[in-house]
């Protein structure tokens, strides 16, 4: 039976934790842990995680030096058990009941078992509406990330490999996923054309992106070997895309 551990950072957002923990707390799937990094939280957060009773949750709330420092603190504690962790921070949520029920699913009757299993996903903006979006192959993984981190899942034993790099501030899970692939046979890859996660998209700044664009660049160079030719044609592409839908926020702000 697959364990699964999951993994929420939080700080700060007490009704974005709440929501993500109903999420959990509904799944119809019982074998799993979840896996609280709270980073001493001023908004009630703290205490209101002393409040939970619930024999499957672990919950720390301490100061930590950042969102990457925090996701290692939850990796480091998800990969020590066999089975796989999955990264759904605060706001964040498994798309309906059964997801982590499919999920095992699917494992349990692949022919090898997978090392990284990843899916569809949806957007959730400010107004609750929700965008659909579609995983991509790994082998665009050049491109940029192939999902969202929060429908992805990883072996707990590969998992102990890698690490999220610290150095990079905005783009460390795109970094982590290319170390954490690189070397798998495609077989130990599974996608899933299905939805696996709602993202919450409230808190996604589209300045930072734009900063983030820049990380992406470094990591193609370091870790992918790059050209500098299609790095930067990516890189253009990228900076239009996210300047379209900044652009497009702005006029529907103002519409509103």
């Not at 030719?229 to 519409?255: P, Q």
Request: hydrophobic share 40%; net charge neutral.
């Amino acid at each position: 039976m697959v364990h699964f551990n999951i993994v929420t950072i939080n700080w700060n957002n007490l009704e974005g934790l709440k929501k993500t923990y109903q999420s959990v707390v509904r799944q119809s799937y019982r074998n799993f842990k979840w896996i609280v990094v709270d980073g001493a939280s001023n908004d009630g957060g703290a205490e209101w995680l002393n409040m939970i009773n619930d024999p499957q949750a672990d919950i720390t709330s301490e100061p930590d030096n950042g969102l990457y420092h925090a996701m290692n603190k939850g990796l480091e504690k998800g990969a020590a058990t066999p089975g796989f962790t999955l990264f759904l921070n605060s706001g964040d949520c498994l798309y309906d009941e059964s997801v982590l029920a499919k999920v095992a699913r699917h494992i349990e009757q692949a022919e090898t078992r997978p090392k990284y299993v990843y899916g569809d996903y949806y957007l959730q903006s400010g107004s609750g509406k929700l965008t659909k979006a579609f995983s991509k192959s790994i082998d665009r993984l050049f491109i940029g990330m192939p999902s969202s981190h929060q429908a992805m899942y990883f072996e707990n034993e590969h998992l102990r490999s890698v690490r999220f790099r610290e150095d990079y501030k905005l783009s460390a899970d795109y970094c982590m996923i290319i170390e954490f692939v690189n070397g798998l046979d495609g077989s130990e890859i599974m996608q899933l054309k299905e939805p696996l996660c709602i993202f919450d998209i409230t808190g996604v700044s589209e300045m930072r992106r734009f900063a983030a664009i820049k990380e992406d660049v470094q990591i193609r160079r370091r870790y992918l070997k790059l050209s500098s030719f299609k790095n930067y044609v990516l890189y253009g592409l990228h900076y239009v895309h996210a300047h379209i839908k900044w652009i497009k926020a702005a006029v529907d702000k103002r519409a509103v």
